[in-house]
């Protein structure tokens, strides 16, 4: 049996969910999460200045 991260449980849910792109700023708590983005078929990652920006950015890619 593969052993797997919490962060790599996630990003396996949002794969499924069909999550094609992630805008965000690493740091703090999330770090595992974007640890796990460095693997083969993961989505494409936009790095934001902050925060607010990738909120932003995330519901003008959704319209």
Do not use: C
């Not at 794969?15 to 640890?35: C, H, K, M, S, T």
């Not at 993961?42 to 925060?51: A, D, K, Q, Y």
Request: glycine letters at 14%; a negative charge; charged letters at 15%.
């Amino acid at each position: 049996m593969t052993t797997m991260t919490g962060a790599e449980i996630v990003m396996d849910a949002l794969i499924q969910e069909g999550v094609e792109i992630f805008f965000g700023f690493p740091g703090g708590a999330v770090l595992d999460l974007f640890n796990a983005l460095n693997r083969p078929g993961m989505p494409r990652f936009v790095l934001t200045r902050h925060e607010q920006g990738a909120g932003h950015m995330a519901d003008g890619y959704a319209r």
